[in-house]
């Protein structure tokens, strides 16, 4: 079943991000997080034989059940690779040492506390957490992330921790439809990661994960450099 949502849905999105590209004069390349949540093992099989290499999941427990899953039957994988996993949603000190263990890449680094103590585990498992700063640029009550308000000085703080490599920016879009409104929050995303270059914050990287399946494309024409689909590729979700 998956596999066939991915031979009629997986062309479209391709095309419509190159189109997206176009529109906005940019070359290089969009990175397509297939975002697996609320679906099982078979959809992370169908995603990694369709060629997506990064599949993104919101939950520790759901990716640890998935991940063994996958690994039970990866010997039939002659080459013995496998996705890159991202965690795209919240993520709860209590569960930092699990968490890397199973995700190569941490969206949702959206406080102080949680940076100190992906930073912490990272250095006794020693190796350093691939991450991302989640941002919420709308300041917005319902969306996590930092605020506006001291977010240069926040993200400076969580750049400057030992073991964590930060990549870039991630953020999503108010729940609205107000496209010029969602807009607004993909372009201040990638001005603010601007602000960070001006500021001589040392990131390790320019990325920006934004744009999920209604507003991916926006996303694309404000920069958006890691897009993270779920619906559009493997329909709605069960819960
Ligand atoms: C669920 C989720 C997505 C994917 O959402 P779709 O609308 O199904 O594409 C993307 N990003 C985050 C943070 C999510 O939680």
């Not at 039939?76 to 949603?89: F, K, Q, S, V, Y």
């Not at 030992?162 to 201040?188: N, Q």
Request: hydrophobic share 45%; aromatic share 4%.
């Amino acid at each position: 079943m998956y596999d066939e949502l991915l031979r009629r849905n997986l062309p479209r999105v391709e095309e419509r991000v190159a189109a997206a590209l176009a529109r906005a004069g940019r070359d290089g390349a969009v990175r397509l997080v297939a975002v697996t949540k609320g679906h099982g093992v078979a959809a992370v099989r169908a995603a990694w034989s369709a060629g997506i290499r990064d599949v993104g999941e919101n939950r520790v427990q759901e990716l640890e059940a998935k991940r063994t899953g996958y690994e039970a039957a990866a010997p039939a994988d002659a080459t013995g690779e496998r996705p890159a996993w991202h965690l795209i949603g919240h993520l709860q000190r209590n569960k930092v040492r699990r968490a890397l263990k199973l995700f190569d890449v941490i969206h949702s680094v959206d406080s102080l506390r949680l940076a100190r103590e992906l930073s912490k585990e990272a250095a006794r498992a020693g190796e350093p957490v691939q991450a991302l700063v989640q941002v919420n640029v709308s300041g917005e009550g319902t969306k996590g992330g930092f605020e506006p308000s001291r977010v240069i000085d926040d993200i400076a703080a969580v750049a400057a921790l030992p073991e964590l490599t930060v990549h870039g920016l991630m953020t999503m879009a108010p729940f609205t439809d107000d496209e010029a409104e969602i807009r607004r929050t993909f372009s201040a995303t990638r001005e603010l990661l601007e602000r960070c270059a001006a500021a001589d914050i040392a990131l390790s990287g320019r990325d920006l994960s934004m744009g999920m399946s209604s507003d991916y494309e926006i996303a694309i024409e404000e920069g958006s450099t890691m897009i993270r689909l779920g619906t559009i590729l493997f329909g709605e979700r069960e819960q």
